[in-house]
């Protein structure tokens, strides 16, 4: 995500990092989350985003509502009890850019996400079956996570968000928003 978003400042655009909202969630998360808890993350992740949207011209999250969206399911079991589809087909569709890491990588312990291997399969499985419904193919781009390494070249993914740039040349500035799905 930092990669990316030096990519993007690099280009010439303002550039705003947002952090994952579910570090903060008093209310439980990965397998012990509630159907409250990952409403609470959504929320989050949209007050967030309505904060930090206009700071500048591109910004750049770690998870956006759809991913969130993704965890609310699995802790609902597929039901929808505070009727958030709406909102979340409507918050999708402010994206410029969804960028979903494939995990083709082992898990690793950060304190924080799960390493239970059935636990994130339940998640990808979930992803695959709303994406389609949430999110554009135009803007949609999936890569393996293993693929994202410190010599990743993110010049064709900033070119799609933001347009060509040439050398020395600033951009004309556009309001631009990316959120990228990583997956470790």
Same mark, same amino acid.
């Given at each position: 995500? !930092?990669?990316?978003?030096?990519?993007?400042?690099?280009?010439?655009?303002?550039? =705003?990092?947002?952090? =994952?909202?579910?570090?903060?969630?008093?209310?439980?998360?990965?397998?012990?989350?509630?159907?409250?808890?990952?409403?609470?993350?959504?929320?989050?992740?949209?007050?967030?985003?309505?904060?930090?949207?206009?700071?500048?011209?591109?910004?750049?999250?770690?998870?956006?509502?759809?991913?969130?969206?993704?965890?609310?399911?699995?802790?609902?079991?597929?039901?929808?009890?505070?009727?958030?589809?709406?909102?979340?087909?409507?918050?999708?569709?402010?994206?410029?850019?969804?960028?979903?890491?494939?995990?083709?990588?082992?898990?690793?312990?950060?304190?924080?996400?799960?390493?239970?291997?059935?636990?994130?399969?339940?998640?990808?499985?979930?992803?695959?079956?709303?994406?389609?419904?949430?999110?554009?193919?135009?803007?949609?781009?999936?890569?393996?996570?293993?693929?994202?390494?410190?010599?990743?070249?993110?010049?064709?993914?900033?070119?799609?968000?933001?347009?060509?740039?040439?050398?020395?040349?600033?951009?004309?500035?556009?309001?631009?928003?990316? !959120?990228?799905?990583?997956?470790?």
């Amino acid at each position: 995500m !930092h990669s990316f978003a030096g990519a993007v400042g690099r280009s010439g655009r303002s550039v =705003e990092v947002g952090r =994952e909202v579910i570090r903060f969630n008093p209310l439980g998360l990965n397998e012990a989350s509630t159907p409250e808890s990952q409403l609470w993350v959504i929320m989050a992740q949209i007050q967030q985003e309505l904060e930090l949207r206009t700071r500048a011209e591109v910004l750049v999250t770690d998870r956006a509502v759809v991913d969130n969206f993704a965890y609310f399911l699995r802790a609902t079991g597929g039901e929808d009890p505070f009727d958030v589809k709406p909102l979340i087909r409507r918050w999708a569709g402010t994206y410029d850019l969804f960028v979903r890491l494939l995990p083709d990588v082992p898990l690793t312990v950060d304190g924080v996400r799960s390493v239970n291997q059935k636990f994130r399969d339940e998640i990808e499985q979930i992803l695959d079956l709303i994406l389609p419904m949430y999110v554009s193919t135009d803007c949609l781009v999936e890569l393996r996570a293993s693929e994202i390494t410190d010599g990743f070249d993110w010049a064709s993914l900033v070119e799609q968000l933001v347009g060509p740039t040439e050398p020395g040349e600033l951009p004309i500035p556009q309001p631009v928003s990316l !959120h990228p799905t990583l997956w470790d």
